[in-house]
T-cell receptor, first 113, second 115 residues
Framework: GNSVTQMEGPVTLSEEAFLTINCTYTATGYPSLFWYVQYPGEGLQLLLKATKADDKGSNKGFEATYRKETTSFHLEKGSVQVSDSAVYFC????????????FGQGTRLTINP | KAGVTQTPRYLIKTRGQQVTLSCSPISGHRSVSWYQQTPGQGLQFLFEYFSETQRNKGNFPGRFSGRQFSNSRSEMNVSTLELGDSALYLCASNQGGTILFDTQYFGPGTRLTVL
């Protein structure tokens, strides 16, 4: 079945460091891809999305490009802030079958000042 | 526009009891989905309701059920609670089209603890 694999956390960086969180997927056809973020004690917030190959999603300085050839959707940010500390989830939407989000296991990111 | 709201935010129950969680979607959204989040299993899809009908279902036992009202508000019920049902239950809403393109917006969740 469809699945999402994220790099294992936790990830700890210093403020202003460059961030990459890897995400690869297995899916039938060409799913839509998402990054959601979960701040402590809160639900999920959509960070960015891409609906077709070579699309780049971006928001709040974060970017991710839908790479069909490598089945990847890596999250990047050039200069992280303490406020970016959260858990990040990569997800896909299945094209066939149930209309649902399939999530990766999440990557906990901590940014130290 | 108000976001997705869930009540209650926290619940403590004992094994064998049943529980009902509530979700109010964003105004105008007709689809409501439920997800369970646990440290071990991560985020898993429970079911989706659209126009008062269950449209999609995940792989959970029949103890987990839900319904949707004519105003699109949704409830989920868990009967005969087990310790393993302790989780954060998240509700998400969208306008009702395919979620390939129609983004789901999540509520803050209900934290259920089963003792």
């Amino acid at each position: 079945g469809n699945s999402v694999t994220q790099m294992e956390g936790p990830v700890t960086l210093s403020e202003e460091a460059f961030l990459t969180i890897n995400c690869t997927y297995t899916a039938t056809g060409y799913p839509s891809l998402f990054w959601y973020v979960q701040y402590p004690g809160e639900g999920l917030q959509l960070l960015l999305k891409a609906t077709k190959a070579d699309d780049k999603g971006s928001n709040k300085g974060f970017e991710a490009t839908y790479r069909k050839e490598t089945t990847s959707f890596h999250l990047e940010k050039g200069s992280v802030q303490v406020s970016d500390s959260a858990v990040y989830f990569c997800a896909l939407v299945e094209i066939q079958g149930a209309q649902k989000l399939v999530f990766g296991q999440g990557t906990r990111l901590t940014i130290n000042p | 526009k108000a976001g997705v709201t869930q009540t209650p935010r926290y619940l403590i129950k004992t094994r064998g009891q049943q529980v009902t969680l509530s979700c109010s979607p964003i105004s105008g959204h007709r689809s409501v989905s439920w997800y369970q989040q646990t440290p071990g299993q991560g985020l898993q899809f429970l079911f989706e309701y659209f126009s008062e009908t269950q449209r999609n279902k995940g792989n959970f036992p029949g103890r987990f059920s839900g319904r949707q009202f004519s105003n699109s508000r949704s409830e989920m019920n868990v009967s005969t609670l087990e310790l393993g049902d302790s989780a954060l239950y998240l509700c998400a809403s969208n306008q009702g089209g395919t979620i390939l393109f129609d983004t789901q917006y999540f509520g803050p969740g209900t934290r259920l603890t089963v003792l």
